[in-house]
């Protein structure tokens, strides 16, 4: 059977995620110390874990309401508006999803008609594009620069900006390159935010791990929230990736239409992962400070053994991940990296996995032990020294 012509076309020409293949070549190699995946090494803190153990043992293991349980949508709206100064009504204006990444999905599909265009700043996570395109969208790609630490700026969107851009994606802090983007830099935007109607797509999943100053989300500004589809989870703020638990804010006709397809294609998050969201909105506050506090160590310790190997590497101000320039070996990403994890048994993640204009550069993440990442930097340290040394 010719399965070519069965499976969409779409799907088929969809490349595989880039950092999932360098995860997954660690299979079975026992020697290999991975830096790859944003993956808290924390465990999810105990009175977390055990509100869902104990919404188990009661068995209230029924379906939700579509939209989640009602005390975690107002554990939310106070989490939001108590550590972020974001008011969202719990009713209309948010719902729960599978994870972040499917609160993107129902965003882009409740918004894009064919030929409709979305500016993806990159380098960016991996999901943008696909998702996109598979809804017959133009992803755009927005390419931000080293020079600029990684940001959005008027000069780069500006030209972007026509009649069918339908949204712009802003991912800060953002992953890969640790950047954020501070009220000030956001302000600038604002001019061509409002010059057409057009949406933001914010993806504010690291949003509590910045370092020296607060996150800003840009439904915070003037004119903003109106326009501003904002993505949340659990995952990063505290150790929960595997409970996939996320929610999607907006104005509620927004909403409206994306809990229409999350209701055909989800039903409900599950009920167990949403009592533990409950415990961790309403309880939560100091782990997220502890873990934040840990990440940061843990970023310094990362930045400095870099550009002590003579490693070009931009002050990430935000999530958990560095991302150094590895271009100076006359070879490129995918290269350095394969001969990384072949040769010392470090394995990171190759710049072009996160867009076409991310050649040259490799993530880092630090979302390990100070042990862990001791070990694999002093692997890399000897590679580099095979290498000749400091890039040219």
């Given at each position: 059977?010719?399965?070519?012509?069965?499976?969409?076309?779409?799907?088929?020409?969809?490349?595989?995620?880039?950092?999932?293949?360098?995860?997954?070549?660690?299979?079975?190699?026992?020697?290999?110390?991975?830096?790859?995946?944003?993956?808290?090494?924390?465990?999810?803190?105990?009175?977390?874990?055990?509100?869902?153990?104990?919404?188990?043992?009661?068995?209230?293991?029924?379906?939700?309401?579509?939209?989640?349980?009602?005390?975690?949508?107002?554990?939310?709206?106070?989490?939001?508006?108590?550590?972020?100064?974001?008011q969202y009504d719990a009713a209309t204006e948010m719902f729960v999803t599978v994870g972040g990444s499917e609160a993107i999905d129902m965003a882009f599909r409740s918004i894009i008609d064919p030929?409709?265009?979305?500016?993806?700043?990159?380098?960016?996570?991996?999901?943008?594009?696909?998702?996109?395109?598979?809804?017959?969208?133009?992803?755009?790609?927005?390419?931000?620069?080293?020079?600029?630490?990684?940001?959005?700026?008027?000069?780069?969107?500006?030209?972007?900006?026509?009649?069918?851009?339908?949204?712009?994606?802003?991912?800060?802090?953002?992953?890969?390159?640790?950047?954020?983007?501070?009220?000030?830099?956001?302000?600038?935007?604002?001019?061509?935010?409002?010059?057409?109607?057009?949406?933001?797509?914010?993806?504010?999943?690291?949003?509590?791990?910045?370092?020296?100053?607060?996150?800003?989300?840009?439904?915070?500004?003037?004119?903003?929230?109106?326009?501003?589809?904002?993505?949340?989870?659990?995952?990063?703020?505290?150790?929960?990736?595997?409970?996939?638990?996320?929610?999607?804010?907006?104005?509620?006709?927004?909403?409206?239409?994306?809990?229409?397809?999350?209701?055909?294609?989800?039903?409900?998050?599950?009920?167990?992962?949403?009592?533990?969201?409950?415990?961790?909105?309403?309880?939560?506050?100091?782990?997220?400070?502890?873990?934040?506090?840990?990440?940061?160590?843990?970023?310094?310790?990362?930045?400095?053994?870099?550009?002590?190997?003579?490693?070009?590497?931009?002050?990430?101000?935000?999530?958990?991940?560095?991302?150094?320039?590895?271009?100076?070996?006359?070879?490129?990403?995918?290269?350095?990296?394969?001969?990384?994890?072949?040769?010392?048994?470090?394995?990171?993640?190759?710049?072009?996995?996160?867009?076409?204009?991310?050649?040259?550069f490799a993530r880092i993440s630090y979302a390990y032990s100070i042990e862990h990442l001791e070990e694999a930097l002093n692997r890399m340290e000897a590679f580099i020294r095979d290498l000749g040394?400091?890039?040219?």
């Open positions: 059977m010719d399965y070519s012509k069965l499976l969409s076309t779409k799907v088929q020409v969809i490349k595989p995620s880039g950092i999932r293949k360098f995860f997954d070549m660690l299979s079975g190699r026992k020697d290999v110390i991975s830096l790859t995946v944003g993956q808290p090494d924390f465990h999810t803190p105990y009175h977390i874990s055990n509100a869902a153990v104990e919404s188990i043992t009661k068995n209230k293991t029924y379906y939700t309401s579509n939209s989640g349980l009602i005390e975690l949508r107002e554990g939310i709206s106070a989490y939001l508006d108590r550590r972020f100064s974001l030929g409709d265009e979305i500016i993806v700043p990159e380098p960016c996570f991996v999901c943008y594009a696909p998702l996109i395109e598979m809804m017959g969208g133009v992803a755009v790609p927005l390419y931000t620069r080293v020079e600029d630490k990684f940001k959005v700026t008027p000069e780069l969107l500006r030209p972007l900006v026509n009649e069918r851009t339908k949204a712009l994606v802003l991912t800060y802090p953002n992953n890969p390159t640790g950047a954020i983007m501070t009220r000030e830099d956001l302000e600038k935007l604002l001019p061509i935010l409002t010059s057409k109607d057009m949406l933001v797509l914010s993806d504010e999943i690291y949003a509590e791990l910045t370092y020296g100053r607060k996150h800003c989300s840009v439904a915070t500004l003037p004119d903003m929230r109106e326009r501003t589809i904002i993505i949340g989870g659990f995952s990063k703020a505290y150790a929960m990736t595997g409970w996939r638990l996320g929610y999607v804010c907006a104005p509620a006709p927004l909403i409206k239409q994306m809990l229409k397809l999350h209701q055909y294609g989800i039903m409900c998050a599950a009920t167990a992962s949403q009592f533990a969201g409950v415990e961790a909105v309403n309880h939560g506050d100091e782990d997220i400070e502890y873990m934040k506090e840990q990440y940061n160590f843990r970023r310094t310790y990362v930045t400095n053994r870099l550009r002590e190997m003579g490693l070009d590497c931009f002050e990430p101000e935000g999530a958990f991940y560095v991302f150094p320039y590895i271009g100076g070996f006359g070879m490129t990403s995918d290269e350095f990296c394969d001969r990384l994890i072949n040769e010392k048994g470090v394995a990171i993640v190759p710049g072009g996995a996160f867009g076409a204009g991310s050649e040259g040394g400091k890039a040219d």
